[in-house]
Each structure stands twice: as C-alpha cells, then as structure tokens.
C-alpha cells in the first residue's frame, strides 16, 4: 500500500478528515478598508449570465467581479513592494509545491478576548515550541483567534475612530519566522495578515513586508482553526493560476486527524 492510497483509505474510514477553512464568499464579504488616499478594493458582486432561462435555458453560470484579496485568500509576495522583484513571486509562477505544508497552529484565543490588538511575540512562539517542537522548514504558520466567530462585517473589521483593531504579528516574531524558521507563510482568521493597527506601526504594516520580502505567503480571513491540531494536520492553500496574480480568493483545506 502506497502513502496514498493510505490516505484516501484513512479519509474514506473517518480517521482523517478534510476541514474546510474557507469563508463562503458572496456580497456580504467583508473588505478591507484603506485611508481614503489610496485605492479601494470592490466588495464582491456575482451577476447572472443564464440561469436555465432565455439566456441559457439548461445552464446556470455567473460573472464574478471582486479584488484578489477579497474574502478567504493568499497574498503572494509580489503583492508587496519588498517582494515585487523576487523570482517565483507571482500566483501563476509559485511552485506548486510550495501550497503544500504542515500547520502549526498557536492559539491565542484568550489572549484575543482581553486585547483586541494583541500582537504575537517570540516568546509566545517560544512557548509554543516548548509545548509542540520547533516549527520546522516549510510549515503554515496559523495564528489561531477565534476571529472569525466575528460573523458581521462591523465587528470582523472593528473599525474605531482610531482605525481597525484585531491581533497580528510583531515585526520580531514576523522576522523569526520568516527567516528563522523559513516557514512557507502565516495565515490568520482576520481580514488580512497584519495587525489592525499595523499601518501606524514603525514601518507599516510589517508582517507584508517582512514575510513577502522573504518570498513567503499570507492566507487571510481563514476559519475553522479550532478544528485543527497544533501540530498533525497539514494544510493546501493554492491560489488561482491569475497571470502575474497578487493573490486571489481559494478554498483552503486542511487535512487533520479526525
Ligand atoms: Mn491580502
């Protein structure tokens, strides 16, 4: 028996499962939100082309209109300056390979709770490893929040006078993994990778620069973290094959013990 005919026997048995840590995306997505001087993504639209009517009497088909980082999604490292002149930067010219990894997922979900702008530090990453192993070459890093029970736009984006609020990643920890660890990337149940308060932070918006400028990936606005293992599960998180993408809305699964 091969590894994979393993592993279709272990899922078909129900001592593997596939967990599903997308978001349905559809107009009520969320979208970040930027200072009025930039621009703006679109929220999602989705406009009927034929459904089973004149237009196409046996078909149903969509057009979908949205940003590449809209909803459940992967920013690759061109999407940030400090990764634009990278090789293999791009959604279409990233290894496929490089989707494939074993999560490592920190749970700060109480630490969330007492402090909306709770940031992830290398000593809770210290910690962590003390607990669970080093965090090895290649592995999604997932910070887990319990962000994405926040199922309504204005609580998920926490958007204040001052800005958004949610928990990120300090620039040491982003730096640790990035290089340290050589991880494949973070994902985060939030809207996006950084902190919501990381555009006033010294640079901005750190964990962007910091991991795409080391060739690593983002996925943003994951959900069913507390479904998975710290360690055990393993994670596929491929992007569509967009031509010189920056990222763009997937479906992200993970494979974990059941
Ligand atoms: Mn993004």
Redesign the pocket.
């Known amino acids: 028996m091969t590894v994979l005919t393993q592993l279709i026997d272990e899922l078909n048995a129900g001592r593997l499962r596939v967990v599903d840590l997308s978001h349905s995306l559809g107009p009520d997505t969320p979208v970040?939100g930027l200072p009025p001087i930039f621009g703006a993504s679109p929220g999602v639209s989705i406009d009927v082309i034929s459904r089973y009517c004149d237009q196409g009497p046996a078909w149903y088909w969509n057009v979908i209109h949205m940003g590449?980082?809209t909803g459940t999604?992967?920013?690759a490292p061109i999407?940030w300056i400090s990764g634009k002149d990278l090789p293999e930067n791009a959604t279409d010219t990233i290894p496929p390979r490089r989707f494939v990894g074993p999560a490592c997922v920190i749970d700060v979900t109480a630490d969330v709770q007492r402090n909306n702008d709770y940031l992830l530090m290398p000593e809770h990453v210290a910690a962590w490893e003390a607990t669970h192993g080093r965090i090895p070459a290649g592995a999604w890093v997932l910070l887990r929040t319990g962000w994405s029970t926040r199922t309504d736009a204005a609580s998920f984006l926490n958007v204040h006078a001052d800005g958004p609020h949610s928990p990120g990643f300090h620039a040491t920890t982003s730096m640790l993994l990035a290089k340290d660890r050589d991880v494949l990337g973070v994902g985060v149940e939030t809207v996006?990778?950084d902190a919501g308060q990381a555009g006033t932070f010294d640079p901005p918006f750190p964990n962007?620069g910091i991991m795409h400028g080391a060739g690593k990936f983002?996925l943003?606005s994951l959900r069913n973290l507390d479904q998975l293992p710290a360690t055990g599960a393993i994670v596929i998180a491929a992007p569509l094959k967009i031509a010189n993408g920056?990222?763009s809305p997937l479906r992200v699964l993970a494979i974990a013990p059941a």
Do not use: K
Request: charged share 15%; proline share 0%; glycine share 22%.
């Open positions: 970040i590449e980082h999604h992967f920013d999407h996006g990778t962007h983002g943003a920056s990222g």
